[in-house]
């Protein structure tokens, strides 16, 4: 049996190794580095893909969120609520720009942004909701875009993990995710869903106006050559990835979703009613393109788990071991340890198993017969 890894970038890429080649030889045989011919076509068909009016390209997921905020026109002092269960760079960005990011707490079973805290953390300095579509699916955009609506406030949707999820309106009109709230953004990171070979992100909007501006912020707040309007940031998608993009994105349903959400139902089936696994729980209305397949551990040690199965060379990752209102670098008067239970208490319990495009039926048996060897 081939080695168990987190993710397998090597094995996917061995498989589509001669027309990557080809593009990436293409783009050095023309020179066309930045900005090129390859990035144009990229942006047209992520959009189709989408079906969202405008993607931004741009250098990674934290600069996407970060570009999306400065075109809001958000002030030192505004605040955006976010979840406490996160990446960092969901809040990062948001303190970077001297926002005041405020931290709210997540659904217990789908680990996503709970509404009902959302509303109840609304004041009158409350600009944005920037909900997190955690390890695959979407958040509850419907009660989130009604709360918007009733306070005036702009939804930036963290899509860096979920591209490619679905998620059916009340109206019955399904939408990508990333493409309901004011903006989307998304990461290329090698390891997200759609992953580059390197850095690289995007934006996404459906505002002509926004788009315009964000189109200059990402380019030093450039109108024409040498006229700056605007101050901005240099955040460029560079050729070579997204030429290597466009052949992946024409896999991410047809084989690589696909195959993720295998895995997950040879996951589940396994784990089915074990009394110390919680298998994730499918969020309401959504597609789950799993980023992860994270389990919850109750009433056994997670932690012992991990460490059994790094003995048997199966790698399994804790996202995320601290929350974000926890962190040395987040410290702040408002919030303390009891701060957000539920957000505490999976910090302790989850655990995700390898998840990728490449894992073999024999390596899902030999994890899954390990996982259970741990609880006999
Ligand atoms: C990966 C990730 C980001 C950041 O993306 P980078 O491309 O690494 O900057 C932001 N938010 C979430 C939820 C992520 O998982």
């Given at each position: 049996?081939?080695?168990?890894?987190?993710?397998?970038?090597?094995?996917?890429?061995?498989?589509?190794?001669?027309?990557v080649?080809r593009?990436v030889?293409?783009?050095?045989?023309?020179?066309?580095?930045?900005?090129?011919?390859?990035?144009?076509?990229?942006?047209?068909?992520?959009?189709?893909?989408?079906?969202?009016?405008?993607?931004?390209?741009?250098?990674?997921?934290?600069?996407?969120?970060?570009?999306?905020?400065?075109?809001?026109?958000?002030?030192?002092?505004?605040?955006?609520?976010?979840?406490?269960?996160?990446?960092?760079?969901?809040?990062?960005?948001?303190?970077?720009?001297?926002?005041?990011?405020?931290?709210?707490?997540?659904?217990?079973?789908?680990?996503?942004?709970?509404?009902?805290?959302v509303?109840?953390?609304?004041?009158?300095?409350?600009?944005?909701?920037?909900?997190?579509?955690?390890?695959?699916?979407?958040?509850?955009?419907?009660?989130?875009?009604?709360?918007?609506?009733?306070?005036?406030?702009?939804?930036?949707?963290?899509?860096?993990?979920?591209?490619?999820?679905?998620?059916?309106m009340?109206?019955?009109?399904?939408?990508?995710?990333?493409?309901?709230?004011?903006?989307?953004?998304?990461?290329?990171?090698?390891s997200?869903?759609l992953?580059?070979?390197?850095?690289?992100?995007a934006?996404?909007?459906?505002?002509?106006?926004?788009?315009?501006?964000?189109?200059?912020?990402?380019?030093?707040?450039?109108?024409?050559?040498?006229?700056?309007?605007?101050?901005?940031?240099?955040?460029?998608?560079?050729?070579?990835?997204?030429?290597?993009?466009?052949i992946?994105?024409?896999?991410?349903?047809?084989?690589?979703?696909?195959?993720?959400?295998?895995?997950?139902?040879?996951?589940?089936a396994?784990?089915?009613?074990?009394?110390?696994?919680?298998?994730?729980?499918?969020?309401?209305?959504?597609?789950?393109?799993?980023?992860?397949?994270?389990l919850?551990?109750?009433?056994?040690?997670?932690?012992?788990?991990?460490?059994?199965?790094?003995?048997?060379?199966?790698?399994?990752?804790?996202?995320?071991?601290?929350?974000?209102?926890?962190?040395?670098?987040?410290?702040?008067?408002?919030?303390?340890?009891?701060?957000?239970?539920?957000?505490?208490?999976?910090?302790?319990?989850?655990?995700?198993?390898?998840?990728?495009?490449?894992?073999?039926?024999?390596?899902l048996k030999?994890?899954?017969?390990?996982?259970?060897?741990?609880?006999?």
């Amino acid at each position: 049996m081939e080695r168990i890894n987190m993710v397998d970038l090597v094995g996917q890429y061995n498989k589509i190794k001669p027309e990557v080649d080809r593009a990436v030889e293409n783009v050095m045989q023309t020179a066309a580095f930045i900005n090129g011919p390859e990035v144009q076509e990229f942006q047209k068909e992520l959009e189709d893909y989408l079906n969202v009016k405008h993607v931004i390209p741009c250098a990674n997921g934290t600069d996407a969120l970060q570009i999306a905020m400065m075109a809001l026109g958000l002030k030192p002092g505004d605040e955006v609520i976010t979840t406490t269960f996160t990446f960092v760079a969901t809040a990062e960005v948001i303190a970077l720009l001297q926002l005041t990011p405020v931290l709210v707490d997540c659904d217990p079973d789908t680990f996503l942004i709970d509404p009902k805290a959302v509303e109840a953390a609304i004041t009158p300095k409350t600009k944005a909701i920037v909900p997190v579509h955690l390890y695959g699916q979407t958040a509850n955009m419907d009660e989130i875009m009604r709360i918007a609506k009733a306070h005036d406030l702009y939804v930036v949707e963290d899509t860096a993990q979920a591209i490619g999820s679905d998620y059916t309106m009340a109206d019955g009109t399904t939408l990508k995710a990333g493409t309901i709230g004011t903006i989307g953004s998304t990461s290329f990171f090698p390891s997200k869903n759609l992953g580059a070979f390197g850095d690289g992100g995007a934006i996404f909007t459906n505002d002509d106006k926004l788009a315009k501006l964000m189109r200059q912020v990402v380019n030093h707040g450039m109108t024409k050559r040498y006229y700056h309007d605007e101050i901005g940031v240099n955040s460029r998608l560079d050729s070579i990835q997204a030429a290597i993009l466009r052949i992946k994105l024409r896999k991410l349903d047809s084989e690589y979703t696909k195959n993720r959400q295998a895995a997950a139902a040879a996951y589940d089936a396994a784990f089915a009613s074990h009394p110390n696994i919680v298998t994730p729980k499918r969020a309401e209305n959504s597609t789950h393109v799993f980023h992860q397949y994270t389990l919850k551990i109750i009433n056994a040690d997670r932690n012992a788990l991990q460490e059994f199965l790094a003995s048997k060379e199966i790698p399994a990752m804790i996202y995320y071991p601290v929350a974000l209102h926890m962190q040395t670098a987040y410290q702040d008067d408002r919030y303390k340890s009891g701060s957000f239970p539920v957000s505490e208490q999976l910090c302790d319990e989850v655990i995700s198993l390898p998840m990728h495009t490449e894992l073999s039926d024999e390596q899902l048996k030999y994890i899954t017969e390990s996982v259970l060897a741990f609880f006999k």
